[in-house]
């Protein structure tokens, strides 16, 4: 690339002409970088698992997530160079294609402006359909736990309004530097949620050698791993407001302490999830765990005691409020099931079939049929036998 600045002259740097509002420190950076990275791919990692194997399922995580690191990286420095080459203190994703197109080849020059569209609308269209399907998701599981507890019928629909209505103060937020607070809270509120599910997949493990170390079904891996690690458009946006942005790339950066950080985690949960459950593991690992539970002690201490300061009714409080955090988190194979289940419900209205309502045992029942592969077992010889191991994990 040409040499924009002349001989003998100081040479030009973007990050020094970036003129911030509203600055993000590196700690702060790191903190919204991991809310914005794990969220509910991970609570579907462990089916990610049983599609590759265990150890297949580690060394995939691993190359996926320093193959998206670094394409992210690439990304971050040619928008530094071509904000340096037009001496400018920060051209977006868009505006880099545009004039990348725009120098390159002759054949291709007349595309940059076409080219920077294309990438906006892409980045548009991602980041609306993350927001849809995440309000749908958080609505459908509201919808379920009052169905479940008040037995009450109201459409989603209605929920959907709510949470949207809800989100609207935190969506007008301008500056990622006002979200802090709320990214640090619910990066510990996840991971303390986390904590919680792993009480769950360290006790009664059974031997390893009953779960496969490679499978052959690549494709639904990468498609989850991706939705797990992929949101290029607020990963880009953090170190736009970075005051420091030199910090956010490099070994030691913001970005690759965020990748080894989440690596870690999904490789976790992935890896004991599997080893958990085997080939009975659910499209979400919280579908594998009793929900009655939170209330089992409450209710044996009631007439009892809760200890000094009644510790344990806070603790157990607490626990089943995170657990209902955890059912805000979405999962590839739960999108895909909310997308049939609107198809379905649109063909039932069309049809003039009239709603049936249906009792829990009933839509649970058709909860597990729709979101859960049935599974492969090499030695089961009876039915009955694969029936009874499969209601028991459920």
């Excluded at 509120?189 to 493990?205: E, P």
């Excluded at 009892?304 to 409080?317: A, C, E, F, I």
């Excluded at 694969?386 to 459920?394: A, C, H, K, P, T």
Aim: glycine share 8%; net charge neutral.
């Amino acid at each position: 690339m040409a040499d924009v600045n002349k001989p003998g002259e100081k040479k030009f740097h973007p990050y020094d002409a970036r003129d911030v509002e509203k600055p993000l420190s590196n700690c702060d950076a790191l903190f919204s970088l991991v809310k914005c990275v794990v969220g509910s791919g991970c609570l579907a990692l462990p089916l990610a698992f049983y599609r590759v194997g265990y150890i297949g399922g580690i060394l995939m995580t691993i190359f996926m997530t320093a193959v998206l690191i670094f394409g992210l990286q690439l990304l971050v420095r040619c928008m530094v160079e071509s904000s340096r080459q037009n001496m400018v203190g920060y051209m977006n994703f868009p505006e880099t294609m545009t004039y990348a197109i725009s120098v390159g080849p002759k054949f291709c020059q007349c595309l940059s402006k076409c080219a920077g569209h294309f990438v906006n609308g892409i980045l548009i269209f991602f980041h609306y359909g993350v927001c849809v399907v995440y309000i749908v998701f958080v609505s459908i599981n509201v919808k379920q736990v009052v169905d479940y507890n008040y037995h009450e019928r109201i459409n989603t629909r209605i929920y959907c309004f709510i949470v949207g209505t809800l989100s609207l103060p935190l969506f007008s937020l301008r500056h990622l530097k006002y979200l802090v607070p709320t990214n640090i809270l619910a990066t510990l509120l996840m991971y303390t949620g986390l904590a919680c599910i792993f009480y769950y997949l360290f006790t009664n493990l059974p031997p390893i050698d009953e779960i496969r170390q490679f499978n052959s079904q690549l494709s639904l891996f990468v498609g989850i791993i991706m939705f797990g690690t992929s949101s290029v458009g607020v990963m880009l946006a953090i170190e736009a407001k970075m005051a420091t942005p030199g910090s956010y790339v490099g070994w030691l950066g913001v970005l690759n302490r965020c990748a080894l950080f989440v690596a870690v985690t999904y490789i976790l949960i992935g890896f004991m999830g599997y080893w958990r459950y085997g080939d009975y593991v659910a499209a979400s690992i919280t579908l594998n765990i009793p929900i009655e539970e939170a209330w089992i002690e409450i209710c044996l201490l009631y007439r009892s005691s809760y200890g000094p300061g009644r510790w344990k009714l806070v603790r157990d409080l607490l626990m089943l409020l995170l657990g209902l955090v955890i059912l805000g988190y979405g999962t590839y194979s739960a999108v895909i099931e909310m997308i049939r289940e609107y198809s379905d419900k649109a063909h039932e209205i069309k049809a003039g079939s009239s709603t049936e309502i249906k009792t829990p045992e009933e839509i649970n029942a058709a909860q597990d049929a729709a979101t859960l592969d049935y599974p492969i077992v090499d030695d089961v010889t009876a039915s009955g036998k694969s029936r009874l191991l499969r209601d028991f994990y459920l």
